[in-house]
Each structure stands twice: as structure tokens, then as C-alpha cells.
């Protein structure tokens, strides 16, 4: 049971929320097959690719209500609003509350609700459809209630105090409230029609959106495509396309040729489209590629803090030291991703901090190791110490073939320092079994990006409510990082918060706990139906409002 509770926090980490574009209003008319017929001007529709299906459309997402690892997560942007977002210029703003206030003591948000906005089946937006929304959230998730956030452990109570303001009770103060309830996953707000007296969501979110995005799931799909229509009630400007299909295409390289015969007009997110893949159709063309600007999301090494080897800081420092950061960038990644060099980007709340590094440097590598006692004494070509060769799994996940080559290159590198790490891929649920069991010397992963960084991944640290068996070895291993966390989740004091991430973030770089290799742009392909895309936010998600096209 502890498992499975792991395993679906770490898939809501890959997770990922939200504007809209202007254009005319006409409605479309789409048949289930995912063809547009036309009304007074041609609809515009556009066929997506993902690599699987869909069978539940509500904003919580467990192995309990669907076998899909996803489902549709990455969309929820499209059909679901926020009570409050991030414009351009990464500011907090209002999407379903017109304004908000946090009384003294941290523990209770007020909210006033936008008027006037109907769901997709027409019905209104109430404040007490808000309340339900927020109280639905630790019941739906039931075990996994953690996974996506430490905001929907502390809910109190959510009241409607009137039509149209609502009230969010915690049990304790919490300095991410707001920015947890940006995510869509699992703060999306729904018709409260559809949850049940004890606030489980009704089986209609298998065949409807009940949300207040511009969009709307048709209600019909073959198995491989599932077909989406605009929201005739949406309440925000009308997106330029008017409908849209999903192909469950599984395969990447399918994919790609998918897009080239025209099957499928848009593409995307990293883990649907490698580096390799944007670099040619960059330059084909016909085609347009895009990168977002943003890079939040950090692809990094974790180790086995529990292990004998990767216990000891010499180690971990001389293998970072290993690693050409700048090659892993540029050859590996194809230049569109950028370096990293802090377990966090700067450009995160409490993150803008002057953190030592590590530089690339093989000699400097090995003078540590042969100063720390690691020897090759019988001439293999691998240190030893206390008669035991430096040697461990380098575990990843199946099925990327950056990840591959990265593997490869980090085992080369260490070898260079007398270290024998060996490659060892696994299927994903084996993966998190190894790695919970601690079968493995070090893994790669990836922070949870978007609106989860930085906070519920710092929280992830304290093994107490940790539900990331990676970054949960920081706060066993350093009992102090967890007891900082625990302090850090219940601050109400901004300068208290600042101190405690200059803290945990200066033993992370300083104790070399993690390796930080590259920060992940996102990444999107289309035909030259589409003029541009702009990502949203927070662009984990797809945001097929923010679709323009051409003509």
C-alpha cells in the first residue's frame, strides 16, 4: 500500500497549467469522427498526439479511477480554471476569484468569486460549487492525499459565506497556499453536480468535462482518437481553434511521422518530442518548432544516500565533478536545454541565491578520491576501499533515448575517475520499486517543474510527509533538513522562508547531495496549419487555447 501511494506521487511529478487567445466566435461543428463541417466560415479544427488514451475526465487522476498513467492531466488547462493563476510577467492574478485576502495568522483565505461564469453544461459557477471543489480534494485523492501538494493535507474546511465568496480553513499556516491552487491538478474547480453527497467524483467524469475552460470533451472517441469541442459557455475570450482531437500515438518516432503525412497537426511537451526530433523539424519545411523561454524544471542525479559509496560526499563531489555539464547541454541535449548549476533555478521563488558549484575538472576528480583513500591497488582500473571496488547501478528509466546516451556518458566519465557504474534501465513502476527498496547507486530524475517547484519538492525532503522516495533521502540522511522543512511548511514569516531555503538549498550544493545536470525547456512541433503557440505558465500543460493559426 505504501508503494503504490509512492508510485502515483512520483507520477503526478512529470506533471504539469493557462492564458487565452482571441479570435472570432463562431461554434463548431465537429462529427465524432474528429472532421469539422462548416458552418458560415470553415471551423478550425487540430489533431494532437499523446502517447495514450483516455477514460476520465475528472481534475484527480489515481490508479484507482484509471489505468492510464496520465490520463488527462496534461490537458486539464483546457477545460478546467483555476481560482487563481500567473500572468506573463509571473504574477499571481485572478482567474475564477476576482480577489482574495489571507487573514493574520495565515489561516484562513477568502475568496471572491468572478460572477456571471457558467460550467459547460451550462449550469452557474456558486461559490458553494467553489467549496465543494476544494473539500473534494483530500477525499478524492484518499491514500495518495500528499502527492500532488502538501495544500490539500492541512484543508480545514471551504464554506460558502455568500453567493459568491467563499472561505478555505487550514489547520495550519502555509506560505505555498496560493501557489498550490493554481495547479488544475488537483485544484481545478467543477460543477459540484457532479460529486456525490460524500464528495467522490460521480462516474459522469467519464464521459464529460464539467468544468469552466473553453473547452469540452464531445463525449465520443474510437479508441485511438478522443474528439473536443470549444465550451459554448466559457467565460473568457474565444480560442482560435475550434475543436480538437487527441490520437493516442504511443510510440514517438510514430509520432513525428504522424505530424510529417499530416495525420496529426501539433505536438507537445519533452516527453513527447527529444531534441533530435525538434531539430529536424525545425528545419523542414512546412513545419514550425517552438521552445519555450522558461526552463524551471531541473533534470538531475540522485543518489543513494543510504549506500555505502554514495554515502560519502567524496564521492558524490568527484563525480560531479566528472560531468561536463556544458557537453551534456549542448551534445546530448542538442543545445535546448540550459546547464544547471543549483538544484533549483534562480528564477524561482527563494531560489535567486549564490550556491557554491561544481566544475568540470578530471584531475581535480581524481586528487579528491586518491586524498580520500580510494585506490586502485590491483591495477583494473577501479578504486578500491577497505578491499571493496567503487562500484554501483546507475538505474534510469526505459524508453528515452537521451536518457540513454546521458547514462552512458556519466558512466564514462566516472570510469575516467576509477568509479564502475553500470547502466541498468527499467520499466517505470520497476524503476520506483528499485528505487524505494534502495536497489541502485544512483538514478536520474526530474523535480516535479511548473507550480510544484519549488515548494513541494523542498516538503518532499522531510521524510515525515514525503512521498518522493529520492529527495526524502536528504532529510533522512540530514536529520536538520527535515526538521527545517517541518518548520519552513507551518511559516507565516517571509524572512523566516527565505532563511530556511538559504539553508537547505546551501547543504544541498555544499554536501553535493544531488547533481544538477540540465534545466528543461519545453518543447512544441506543428504543421504550418498553426501559426505560433504560446506556452502557458506553467507549460508542462498543453494549452490548445493558446494555439493561433495561420490564415
Not at 474528429?34 to 466560415?41: A, D, H, I, L, V
Request: hydrophobic share 35%.
Amino acid at each position: 500500500m505504501k508503494f503504490k501511494r509512492l508510485a502515483a506521487a512520483l507520477l503526478s511529478a512529470a506533471m504539469v497549467v493557462s492564458l487565452a487567445a482571441c479570435s472570432g466566435n463562431e461554434e463548431p461543428a465537429q462529427s465524432s469522427s474528429g472532421t469539422t463541417e462548416t458552418t458560415e466560415t470553415e471551423a478550425v479544427h487540430v489533431n494532437l498526439a499523446e502517447s495514450w488514451g483516455f477514460e476520465y475526465f475528472y481534475t484527480i487522476i489515481t490508479p484507482e479511477v484509471s489505468s492510464s498513467q496520465y490520463d488527462i492531466t496534461y490537458y486539464l488547462t483546457s477545460f478546467y480554471d483555476t481560482l487563481v493563476t500567473y500572468n506573463e510577467n509571473n504574477e499571481l492574478v485572478g482567474s475564477l476569484a476576482e480577489d482574495w485576502s489571507m487573514s493574520e495568522d495565515g489561516l484562513v483565505y477568502t475568496f471572491q468569486i468572478r460572477e456571471g461564469v457558467k460550467f459547460s453544461d451550462g449550469s452557474d459557477l456558486t461559490a458553494e460549487d467553489v467549496a465543494k471543489s476544494l473539500m473534494a480534494v483530500p477525499v478524492n485523492l484518499g491514500q495518495y492525499n500528499g502527492g500532488y501538494g502538501r495544500l490539500s493535507t492541512i484543508i480545514e474546511s471551504a464554506e460558502a459565506t455568500g453567493d459568491y465568496t467563499v472561505e478555505l480553513r487550514l489547520t495550519q499556516p502555509y506560505y505555498n497556499t496560493l501557489r498550490e491552487l493554481c495547479l488544475a491538478n488537483p485544484f481545478g474547480i467543477v460543477s459540484s453536480e457532479q460529486l456525490n453527497d460524500d464528495l467522490t467524483a460521480k462516474d459522469t467524469f467519464r464521459t464529460a468535462t464539467y468544468g469552466t475552460g473553453p473547452y469540452m470533451y464531445e463525449g465520443d472517441n474510437d479508441g485511438q482518437t478522443w474528439n473536443f469541442v470549444r465550451n459554448p459557455n466559457y467565460w473568457g475570450e474565444a480560442p482560435e481553434v475550434d475543436s480538437f482531437s487527441i490520437k493516442s500515438i504511443p510510440d514517438n518516432d510514430a509520432k513525428i511521422l504522424a505530424l510529417k503525412n499530416g495525420e496529426v497537426d501539433f505536438i507537445s511537451g519533452i516527453k513527447n518530442v527529444s531534441a533530435e526530433s525538434y531539430d529536424k523539424i525545425s528545419q523542414t519545411e512546412g513545419f514550425g518548432a517552438k521552445i519555450d523561454d522558461k526552463a524551471l524544471q531541473t533534470y538531475y542525479v540522485g543518489y543513494n544516500l543510504n549506500d555505502t559509496v554514495f554515502g560519502d560526499s567524496v564521492i558524490r563531489k568527484a563525480i560531479a565533478s566528472a560531468i561536463d555539464k556544458d557537453a551534456v547541454a549542448d551534445s546530448i541535449y542538442g543545445g535546448l536545454h540550459d546547464r544547471a548549476d543549483s538544484f533549483f533555478s534562480t528564477d524561482l521563488p527563494y531560489c535567486d541565491l549564490e550556491l557554491s558549484t561544481t566544475t568540470f575538472d578530471i584531475d581535480a576528480a581524481n586528487q579528491m578520491l586518491d586524498e580520500a583513500g580510494y585506490v586502485d591497488t590491483d591495477g583494473d582500473g577501479i578504486r578500491e576501499k577497505d578491499g571493496a571496488n567503487i562500484s554501483a547501478a546507475f538505474l534510469y528509466q526505459t524508453g528515452s533515448a537521451s536518457d540513454d546516451n546521458l547514462v552512458v556518458y556519466i558512466c564514462d566519465q566516472a570510469q575516467k575517475i576509477g568509479i564502475e557504474l553500470t547502466p541498468q534501465s527499467a520499466a517505470m513502476m520497476d524503476w520506483y520499486a528499485m528505487v524505494q527498496s534502495g536497489d541502485y547507486g544512483l538514478t536520474v530524475f526530474k523535480t516535479q517543474g511548473g507550480f510544484y517547484d519549488p515548494a513541494n519538492v523542498v516538503t518532499n525532503i522531510n521524510p515525515q510527509t514525503s512521498m518522493d522516495p529520492i529527495v526524502m533521502l536528504l532529510g533522512s540522511t540530514q536529520p536538520e533538513l527535515a526538521d527545517l522543512v517541518a518548520e519552513l511548511d507551518s511559516s507565516t514569516d517571509g524572512t523566516r522562508i527565505q532563511e530556511i531555503y538559504q539553508t537547505i538549498l546551501t547543504t544541498i550544493a555544499d554536501e553535493e547531495l544531488t547533481t544538477p545536470l540540465v534545466y528543461m525547456h519545453q518543447l512544441a512541433i506543428y504543421s504550418d496549419k498553426i501559426a505560433d503557440y504560446t506556452f502557458p505558465m506553467d507549460a508542462n500543460f498543453t494549452s490548445v487555447q493558446n494555439i493561433k493559426i495561420n490564415g
